[in-house]
């Protein structure tokens, strides 16, 4: 009785790991279909926003310096794709190069309150106050000490993005489980075992989204930091269109700057979708 | 995830089918549990209250009491996961802590909390690894294929968790659990998620590896009829704060008939002596809460 039961055990395992329920495939066909329907509409959207600037900017002759239409900013964008490549090359390494360094910031820290839970309180008051300073009256002091280089870019980026990373991770770690954690604590496991097995998968989820806030956070932050005096990167492209009333130009800049943003969103995602799915095969 | 080689295992994946009857499974002197005016509290709620309490080593004890009576408190104070307000409790003369510090203490509970992320293999090779730690090197160890065998998960080696039903789930972790060659099992109603004919089937293989392994056994439960099926002796504990109602002991041919004449008295002597207990407790409130 015991094996039989066994095996009709192993059996309905089997099937829920192999079977695909036809009735399934319909439903995520369908899912797919109105997934896709739903981005055509949103795409459709955006092209009528467009049409409605032109026209609008057309009807009412508003001055190229204060608003362009699509078509000028497009213009702008063919005649300066050179020029702005150069600059997301540089904006996009500076955002890239502080989003590390506040990851790995943030994510020490939070290592460090998770194994040490005294230093909870100083560590998130230090950074919290650091969280709060205004990263516009920052960025100006971290130019006159650190240059007009990348290092004032990248520390200004690091400083907007280790926060995150920060209270995701620290949320992570502690989201074990309460069954494993009791487990682990039955076989008296040291907090390193528990970290490496427990905490720190555990974590993933958290980790991903802290990079979804972060990522496009850090083009915001290289960019800022641009703004106070660089010899290069979009920040400077739009610093200079600004100062000069070459709006298409701006705008042309901001276009690019979007799209990287979205760009970077889009990585993690697809990321965090292969890293998940690497531990369930 | 890490490394999924187990020092230890010495028949790497493609092991033939190992003949279950052969384990090398032997638990170390079962100990003897003795629990003297243990009383606890959490915060202002006192759950249990003053129980005494003694266990033979190598017995197999069921707990049995209604939802919420403190029987898990009981299970993690024998454990030395929290500690008794009031009382002592000894294993073999020792605290609780001793046991587990040594990571001599199998835990098992109503959900097999089993890591998702690594493979039935690999979770059975963390309790070894653990277990490791503190074992000396000339102990014969199963591996963790024979172990997987033994519960008759051989062929999961490779799947995750979720891939398993909650039955196989369970046998995943009762193969962690003999995989730390505890002499004590701490039980918190691990077949209660199941349903009737996997609990069934897997009560029957666990009562078959105890008898080989012989650990002492605290098994938790609020299923009377489980109890007499699988225990020795049954302990029906009163309501919140709970102390010892009936001790009743099942002498019965193994394996036990649930359905047996005499089981069924069994069942019914702890089931009276629960609603005595409750009426008791209702009485005690209605009257001021005096007892």
């Known amino acids: 009785m015991t094996r039989q039961a066994v095996a009709a055990d192993h059996r309905a395992a089997a099937d829920r790991a192999r079977t695909i329920d036809p009735s399934a495939e319909v439903a995520v066909a369908a899912r797919r279909r109105s997934g896709r329907l739903a981005r055509l509409g949103g795409v459709a959207l955006l092209v009528c926003l467009v049409a409605a600037w032109e026209v609008g900017v057309d009807l009412a002759g508003t001055p190229v310096w204060i608003v362009p239409a699509p078509s000028d900013v497009a213009m702008a964008l063919r005649d300066g794709l050179g020029g702005l490549a150069e600059a997301a090359v540089v904006t996009l390494g500076e955002a890239v190069a502080g989003l590390v360094l506040g990851t790995a910031t943030g994510l020490s820290m939070a290592i460090a309150i998770t194994f040490f839970r005294h230093l909870e309180q100083a560590v998130l008051s230090v950074a919290l106050l650091a969280k709060s300073t205004p990263i516009i009256a920052v960025a100006p002091i971290l130019t006159i000490w650190l240059g007009f280089g990348h290092g004032p870019k990248v520390v200004v980026t690091a400083l907007l993005t280790f926060f995150p990373m920060l209270v995701n991770a620290l949320e992570g770690f502690r989201s074990v489980d309460p069954a494993i954690e009791d487990w682990f604590a039955s076989v008296d496991a040291d907090a390193v075992t528990v970290f490496r097995h427990a905490r720190w998968p555990s974590s993933w989820p958290f980790l991903f989204t802290a990079l979804k806030v972060s990522a496009p956070l850090a083009m915001i932050g290289a960019v800022v930091a641009e703004w106070m005096g660089a010899s290069g990167g979009l920040g400077r492209s739009m610093w200079l269109a600004y100062t000069n009333l070459r709006m298409p130009d701006l705008f042309a800049a901001v276009v690019v700057l979007t799209g990287l943003s979205a760009l970077t969103y889009h990585l993690v995602t697809v990321a965090e979708r292969a890293a998940l799915a690497s531990r369930r095969a | 995830m890490t490394s999924t080689t187990d020092p230890t295992d010495r028949h790497p994946m493609t092991h033939p089918t190992h003949p279950p009857t052969h384990p090398r499974i032997q638990a170390p002197t079962p100990p003897a549990l003795d629990l003297a005016g243990v009383g606890h509290r959490y915060g202002t709620t006192e759950v249990l209250d003053s129980l005494d309490l003694q266990v033979e080593a190598g017995s197999f004890v069921a707990v049995v009491g209604a939802s919420g009576c403190g029987k898990s408190t009981l299970l993690r104070l024998l454990a030395g996961l929290d ?7 000894t ?25 998702p992320w690594a ?24 591996s963790v294929v024979d172990l997987l065998t033994i519960v008759g998960l051989a062929a999961f080696a490779g799947s995750r968790p979720a891939q398993l039903s909650g039955g196989m789930q369970q046998r995943a972790a009762l193969a962690r659990t003999l995989a730390q060659d505890a002499p004590l099992w701490l039980m918190d109603e691990p077949l209660a998620a199941l349903d009737e004919l996997t609990r069934e089937a897997l009560a029957d293989d666990l009562v078959a590896i105890w008898q080989r392994v012989r650990p002492t056994v605290v098994w938790v439960t609020h299923h009377l009829g489980e109890a007499v099926a699988l225990a020795d002796r049954i302990v029906v504990l009163g309501p919140r704060p709970a102390r010892v109602v009936a001790d009743l002991t099942v002498d019965l041919d193994r394996p036990h008939d649930a359905t047996s004449p005499a089981a069924q008295a069994i069942v019914r002597d702890a089931r009276a002596a629960l609603a005595t207990a409750a009426i008791h407790a209702r009485a005690g409130v209605a009257l001021g809460g005096a007892r």
């Open chain 2, 91 to 115: 294993v073999d003369g020792a605290g609780p802590d001793d046991l587990r510090r040594a990571g001599r203490v199998g835990w098992m509970a109503q959900r097999p909390a089993l890591l």
């Open chain 2, 119 to 142: 493979t039935v293999r690999d979770n059975v090779a963390m309790a070894r690894r653990i277990r490791a730690a503190t074992e000396h090197p000339t102990d014969p160890v199963p």
């Open chain 2, 83 to 89: 500690r008794p307000t009031t009382g002592r409790i």
